[in-house]
């Protein structure tokens, strides 16, 4: 099914109808982004060659700890980032507490990155690699089956940013089944539920965390170790990304947005540069489809 995937403008969508799209595996798409964007003085700046301080993938503001890592750059600059994604990502809150106000109690605001650097040959390891399909697992730390929620948005100011999926997390564990054996990890059946020593290496990290927040990112659990051997595979496998026969590639234009759960549908960044991407973890009971979401469908097969 190797084509282009027809987008739907959710702008003007109800709740229910945002929700039951993301967890149906979907893409909701903005033509127009609903966020306030920074403004085109700032936005030329971002885009004016800030990746020569990068020591990571992205500049990505960190909320625990009002912050940019890894980013080297004089006292002003660094200000000046991390102020406009804070910024941003309190714009991306207030619309998702208005658009999708069933995910909000108890969800966790996380990070908010800006993308200075085309995507399309990196050189990246496979597993850093957006050019990889993929379904995204741990975000910054252990999820527990919360769902990752993402919001995106096109700021190059001609070119459109280039997906590629093969379809949702229940279409590719429905088609694939070496992916099951990959989230067994040589065990008879797929671990999901944490028992004592990851609950008590969760509590260690959570002491350690009140003190240096971003310890949080080396937290684990089963379900998210057999999440991660899933997004492994579908990067490393050559027949797994060579195979179209359920491909398909989106579009998104310049200044339009979506969110997605990302894992929920694979997705590749083919190609595209100057990019926000903010993230969410939405507790697993906000979810209305348990049977949808990864963790309930690697729980039926007896984690």
């Not at 941003?88 to 109690?105: S, T």
């Not at 027949?239 to 398909?248: G, I, N, T, V």
């Amino acid at each position: 099914m190797s084509g282009e995937y027809q987008l739907r403008d959710f702008g003007g969508a109800s709740g229910i109808e945002i929700e039951d799209a993301l967890e149906a595996g979907r893409v909701v798409y903005f033509s127009k982004c609903p966020v306030e964007l920074p403004g085109p003085a700032d936005l030329d700046w971002l885009r004016s060659g800030l990746e020569a301080g990068l020591k990571a993938k992205n500049l990505s503001y960190h909320p625990e700890s009002d912050s940019v890592p890894r980013f080297e750059a004089d006292a002003a600059t660094k200000s000046r980032v991390t102020s406009l994604l804070r910024a941003h990502g309190q714009r991306v809150a207030d619309f998702w507490r208005k658009a999708v106000p069933d995910y909000i109690p108890g969800c966790t605001f996380g990070t908010t990155s800006f993308r200075p650097v085309e995507e399309k040959g990196r050189d990246l390891n496979p597993r850093s690699s957006n050019e990889f399909v993929h379904i995204d697992a741990g975000a910054y730390g252990a999820t527990n089956g919360s769902r990752i929620l993402r919001f995106f948005v096109n700021v190059h100011p001609e070119r459109d940013r280039v997906w590629g999926t093969k379809g949702s997390f229940e279409d590719l564990m429905r088609r694939h089944r070496p992916l099951w054996d990959a989230a067994r990890g040589g065990r008879p059946q797929v671990p999901i539920r944490k028992r004592m020593l990851d609950r008590a290496f969760s509590g260690i990290v959570a002491g350690a965390s009140k003190v240096y927040p971003l310890f949080r990112v080396i937290d684990s659990s089963p379900y998210d170790r057999s999440m991660r051997r899933i997004h492994n595979y579908m990067k490393e496998t050559s027949a797994f990304q060579e195979d179209r026969s359920d491909y398909q590639e989106i579009r998104f234009p310049p200044g339009s947005a979506w969110m997605v759960f990302t894992d929920g549908i694979s997705h590749a960044a083919l190609t595209g540069q100057y990019a926000f991407i903010s993230t969410a973890l939405i507790p697993l009971e906000n979810c209305r489809r348990f049977e949808r979401t990864p963790f309930g469908i690697l729980s039926a097969a007896g984690g």
